[in-house]
């Protein structure tokens, strides 16, 4: 019987060493499984530049998934190497594909400086130099010693960038091009250019680059034996060697790719899943925006306009939607963080609907005590498996009002006592006059939230009168259903 799949991101940017993330999610693959989580994606497994203080996107050595003292520590923010291999086969176990998170962008923490002939960049428009060519000190070498060629001799040095955002002998900050190099054209036009983001910008026009990267990922894919890559600032890098690379890693085996392209244009989402010939679904940053907004709107939001512009509306086969993440956090710098009242309207619209991968997050779940945000454990376990038993069947949609919003899903015969109705109001509460289809047609509802008690009966014809209250979601489903 085949299942609707559902992406977890089993960590937020605030977790620290002590929590000992891949022991959590052994002890929790289990449960994981049992609630309906079917893909979990894990946060960057290798040493970074902050050693076991650091988050993981500050890439240092793509090969020590915790197992050499570099940056202070043996292990990662998130524990050791063995650790992270038994936390993988106990999602297996379960029955839970993972995504590795995949930072190839930039490296930052090099071993030595090297001396480097560069140009200063504009930082609004890195097409503009701001000055000649002149030697700057440049964090560039790459020796990984404490590795001692294990898994690979490959080293790194200023040949193997674009540039980079720091001058030692200066002691000043700037973007710095290396001369010789130009920035890639096939990226995101935000700053004219915005091939460069951080650290040293990794060159994908050089042949020693590209082919250490299919290396690595190759090795990855079989050491680690994790089903899937998230791929994180994909705006950032050529789009051609994205799926080049892309195609190098099928050779291993048939992975599945979603690649964070943050910018909340949709015909530039669209316009990269060309360039990259429709393999590479996206985050749906526009989503993730509307929901902020409504939940910041008192009210006053369109929701009949709440897939307006969005990934899932236009590309439902190649949209990751999400409610937050790493980077909407408190104190993050893409903040945009949805509202707590909003979330359980916001998640419904991603769990409950048939287009796009939903991906639940962990700072939701089990709240950020950093932030002082609780968790909403409970709300969201039952909606993931409202998702897991009843989201089944054709979608019929009530999207026909500025405030009461609401669709049918009508169920099939593969899942028993399968469909469902949602209904939500960012406004005041009220209700709507149904046709939930032949399949569902002279039965009794009640809401699986519990957020509104009464029943509701619906006739011969299948028409019923569904209910939810002011700035909430109702979920209903057949009343004595298998599952209660």
């Known amino acids: 019987m085949k299942e609707n799949r559902t992406l977890m991101q089993y960590f937020e940017w605030y977790l620290r060493p002590e929590n000992k993330l891949w022991q959590k999610v052994i002890a929790n693959a289990n449960y994981l499984e049992a609630i309906g989580i079917t893909d979990v994606w894990l946060p960057p497994a290798y040493k970074a530049a902050g050693g076991n203080q650091d988050a993981g996107y500050a890439a240092y050595d793509l090969y020590d998934l915790g197992e050499f003292n570099q940056k202070g520590s043996i292990e990662t923010k998130y524990g050791t190497k063995d650790e992270y291999l038994q936390a993988i086969n106990e999602l297996h176990r379960n029955n839970i594909e993972v995504y590795a998170d995949i930072v190839l962008n930039h490296k930052i923490g090099a071993d030595e400086p090297e001396t480097v002939y560069a140009s200063e960049e504009e930082n609004k428009n890195r097409n503009i130099d701001t000055s000649l060519p002149k030697k700057i000190t440049a964090w560039t070498k790459y020796n990984f010693t404490s590795r001692n060629n294990k898994y690979s001799d490959f080293k790194w040095n200023y040949k193997h960038f674009n540039g980079t955002d720091w001058d030692e002998s200066g002691r000043k900050n700037g973007i710095f091009r290396f001369s010789g190099k130009h920035w890639d054209q096939n990226v995101d036009k935000e700053n004219g250019n915005y091939d460069y983001l951080m650290g040293a910008d990794v060159d994908f026009n050089n042949p020693e680059v590209v082919e250490e990267l299919k290396n690595w990922g190759k090795w990855y894919l079989e050491f680690t034996g994790v089903d899937n890559f998230r791929l994180d600032a994909v705006k950032h890098i050529k789009s051609d060697f994205m799926a080049d690379w892309i195609r190098s890693m099928k050779e291993v085996k048939d992975i599945k790719c979603v690649g964070e392209y943050w910018n909340r244009d949709l015909e530039t989402l669209k316009n990269y899943i060309e360039r990259t010939n429709s393999t590479i679904p996206l985050f749906d940053v526009p989503l993730h925006y509307n929901l902020y907004e409504a939940s910041n709107a008192s009210g006053n939001y369109d929701m009949a306009r709440i897939f307006d512009k969005t990934l899932v509306k236009h590309r439902p086969q190649l949209a990751v939607t999400f409610v937050d993440n790493h980077d909407t956090e408190p104190g993050q710098a893409l903040f945009s963080w949805v509202q707590e009242w909003f979330k359980p309207l916001a998640y419904a619209l991603i769990l409950l609907r048939k287009d796009g991968l939903p991906c639940v997050f962990y700072g939701d779940y089990y709240g950020i005590p950093s932030q002082n945000i609780k968790p909403m454990e409970e709300k969201l376990e039952d909606l993931i498996k409202v998702r897991k038993y009843f989201a089944y069947g054709e979608q019929i949609d009530y999207l026909d009002d500025c405030n009461i919003i ?79």
């Open 406 to 484: 609401a669709w049918v899903r009508t169920g099939d015969k593969e899942h028993q006592d399968s469909g469902l109705i949602t209904i939500m109001s960012d406004g005041p509460g009220g209700g709507k006059t149904i046709n939930v289809g032949a399949n569902l047609a002279n039965t009794v509802f009640y809401d699986y939230t519990g957020n509104v008690k009464e029943n509701v009966y619906v006739d011969n014809e299948g028409n019923g009168i569904f209910y939810c209250n002011g700035g909430s979601v109702s979920v209903w489903v057949k009343k004595g259903n298998i599952y209660s």
